[in-house]
């Protein structure tokens, strides 16, 4: 049998109350909860002063890296976790959301943070901002970790998914994590820990455990430097939110809450039509996965009212075709509710809304944590509030048939904040104006036709890459979003000095810093001996007539400014005027060394502006800055271990007036492999 046990200071705590945890599908007891009373405030300590100092020592690449390596070693063990997860009545459908969905999230969080953040201990956010005339007085933001911890409280339904989309993030951020789970199914979530404990890829004190149904007096220990994440229902956040701790002091709080999600079909849609078979089958998928148990299913159907009595008989027929039983059995599509608790939740919720709605659809009337799925129709969604407050969190939608777009755009609103809203539709028109008349109160929008529906990763689910979160009833937080996640767990810092000291404090190339001038050529360097700030300042070149008529020639670019002399006249400039494009042409002649080196490729190049024309007798040159470098793991396919370096140039002409400048991306040759490249 399984135990559910805390793991506090780096240690197993065993003792304390037990408790028989039962399975979903039979009833019988699956683990033993061992409800300790713990030290919540030696819990805090160790998290902030063995955890986060060893966290922080790294930088956010290889913070990440470790999120990757932890996310391999999960997925290696991932069917000792389907096989838990049946007894949350969880089917192989509805596991893989919760296990290989979570994990996945966690690769990508990790994969972004490596794409888009600085390979610091810190975040160098977007471009210096100059504050003075002659540049001498500027400003940079930076995220930077927080001096406390990440408080992780999960939902019940998704014990895996919920505990990685929070822990990665946090941890890359520089936080150490405590992560509570809802007591319903955290033996799932506590076995997938342990897991994470034996691995011994996070530093001691990164992550511990809380096996309680509430936590004591652990948000008394709070401070402004700590945050919680919570994920569950809106009325337990709002009360954890107005915690008298987390008011006075300022806790970060993030709440997703469950919400009454819709889905809107097209009044352009008619049942001959794909996208009304996409929309039947999307709206049974939200009904039946998780048993409807999904923060993100879809409550409310909104329909044309001429469609409605189409949308019922297909509803019901898809509904009479989804086998409900034993979840470990391959021709189950619908297992049971989490408890015997939930399902007389779900059966409370679901009798107040019958008691304002006409139900046109129950099933055969399951016992124990099992359910039917149920269609109810509210045939005056405008003027019945109720049906846009009271959640039912199980198999159930309120079908709601509407008039007009705008009214359709009322009732998908009443809801005052959701976390996902849909629209079916083959009208681009339609979808316009429906999505942002929504938008403000949606925290994601899906909209499919039949060209997107092939690939579409579906209404109920959050991915990686995008946000999370909607605002009113959804909670008002934001989670996921990329490399977003990690920021939502730093604090960002608006620094100003000199360009050289703002340079001397993020360890990257800020506009206007005093630099070296490099001995050797840039590209004559290793990976590991290119420091930042370090400069080229490159020989001269005298840009001529045939130049700029010979650059015509090669590419075919003759517009006027360049080979009209009448025309380039009449133009701003006056004169002919040279190739921006001949200008970085040049610069790159200019700076590039002919020699085999450490540098493999230049790959890209941003931000890149012509700041001032170049005409024939102009002289240019150039200076090459390092600006940053990141660290890449060696994969089997590499030939050579490198890294990527970023490359500052600014191009000035004869009187020192800046007439370009970009950044060029390169990977250069390291010397050695790092622990990264295991």
Same mark, same amino acid.
């Given at each position: ?214 936590? #004591? +007096?652990?948000?008394?220990?709070? $401070?402004?430097?700590?945050?919680? =994440?919570? %994920?569950?229902? @809106? &009325?337990?956040? *709002? ?85 409900? #039983? +034993?979840?470990?059995?391959?021709? $189950?599509?619908?297992?049971?509710? =989490?408890? %015997?608790?939930? @399902? &007389?939740?779900? *059966? ?88 942002m008349e929504c938008a403000p109160f949606h925290g994601r929008f899906m909209v499919i036709n039949k060209q997107s529906a092939g690939e579409s990763t579906g209404h109920g689910s959050p991915i990686a890459s995008l946000v999370h979160g909607g605002p009113g009833r959804a909670g008002g937080g934001e989670e996921l979003g990329g490399y977003r996640a990690v920021l939502h767990n730093m604090q960002r810092v608006a620094l100003q000095g000199s360009p050289t000291t703002i340079q001397h404090i993020t360890k990257q190339y800020i506009k206007g810093a005093k630099t070296n001038e490099s001995a050797t050529h840039p590209f004559m360097k290793y990976f590991e001996e290119l420091k930042i700030g370090e400069a080229l300042t490159t020989e001269k070149r005298t840009v001529t007539k045939q130049d ?131």
């Open positions: 049998m399984i135990q559910v046990s805390s793991y506090s200071c780096g240690k197993w705590i065993q003792s304390g109350k037990k408790t028989e945890l039962k399975s979903a599908v039979n009833g019988k007891p699956v683990a033993v909860f061992n409800e300790a009373d713990l030290d919540y405030g030696t819990m805090c300590r160790y998290a902030k002063e063995v955890g986060g100092p060893q966290i922080r020592e790294l930088t956010i690449h290889e913070r990440a890296f470790k999120i990757k390596f932890l996310a391999q070693y999960l997925l290696e063990r991932k069917e000792k976790y389907y096989k838990i997860s049946t007894h949350t009545g969880a089917t192989r459908r509805d596991s893989w959301i919760d296990i290989e969905g979570g994990i996945i999230t966690a690769f990508g969080i990790s994969s972004q943070a490596r794409r888009n953040l600085s390979d610091l201990p810190w975040h160098v956010e977007g471009q210096e901002v100059t504050l003075s005339r002659k540049g001498t007085f500027t400003g940079q933001h930076i995220c930077v970790p927080r001096r406390g911890l990440a408080v992780q409280i999960n939902a019940f339904n998704f014990p895996i998914w919920g505990m990685l989309e929070k822990l990665a993030p946090a941890f890359i951020a520089g936080l150490p994590s405590i992560i509570k789970p809802s007591p319903l199914g955290s033996y799932l979530a506590c076995e997938v820990f342990r897991d994470i404990i034996e691995s011994e890829i996070l530093p001691e004190g990164s992550v511990q455990f809380i096996a309680a149904n509430i936590p #004591g +007096d652990l948000f008394d220990q709070l $401070t402004s430097q700590d945050s919680i =994440a919570f %994920t569950g229902s @809106a &009325e337990t956040g *709002k009360k954890l939110k107005a915690h008298p701790s987390v008011i006075e002091n300022n806790v970060h709080f993030k709440l997703e809450a469950d919400s009454l999600n819709c889905s809107i079909l097209g009044e352009d849609i008619t049942p001959d039509m794909e996208e009304f078979d996409l929309f039947i089958k999307e709206v049974a998928n939200e009904i039946t996965v998780k048993s409807g148990q999904k923060c993100t299913a879809i409550r409310r159907t909104i329909i044309p009212e001429s469609r409605l009595d189409d949308v019922i008989d297909a509803l019901k027929f898809r509904l009479d075709n989804t086998v409900t #039983g +034993d979840p470990s059995l391959k021709e $189950t599509r619908m297992g049971p509710l =989490a408890s %015997t608790q939930q @399902a &007389e939740r779900f *059966k409370e919720q679901a009798q107040k809304l019958s008691e304002i709605t006409e139900s046109v659809y129950a099933g055969d009337n399951l016992n124990g944590a099992y359910s039917d799925a149920r269609l109810l129709v509210c045939h005056k969604p405008v003027e019945v509030d109720e049906v846009h407050t009271i959640e039912a969190f199980g198999p159930l939608t309120t079908l709601m048939p509407y008039k007009t777009v705008d009214e359709a755009i009322t009732i998908a609103n009443k809801a005052d904040g959701s976390l996902v809203g849909s629209l079916f539709t083959a009208d681009d028109e339609i979808a316009a104006k429906i999505v700029v008529a010979d650059f015509a020639n090669l590419t075919g670019d003759h517009f006027y400014a360049h080979t009209d002399p009448d025309a380039a006249a009449r133009s701003m400039f006056g004169k002919i005027v040279a190739h921006g494009y001949f200008v970085l042409s040049a610069t790159a002649g200019l700076f590039v060394h002919p020699d085999e080196g450490p540098v493999l490729l230049n790959y890209g190049l941003e931000d890149l502006r012509f700041t001032a024309p170049v005409f024939p007798g102009d002289t240019i040159r150039a200076r090459l800055i390092v600006k940053k470098k990141t660290q890449r793991q060696q994969r089997k396919s590499d030939k050579f271990p490198y890294g990527m370096v970023w490359f500052a140039v600014e191009v000035i002409n004869q009187e020192n007036n800046l007439v370009a400048e970009y950044t060029i991306l390169t990977l250069v040759k390291r010397k050695e492999t790092l622990e990264i490249d295991r």
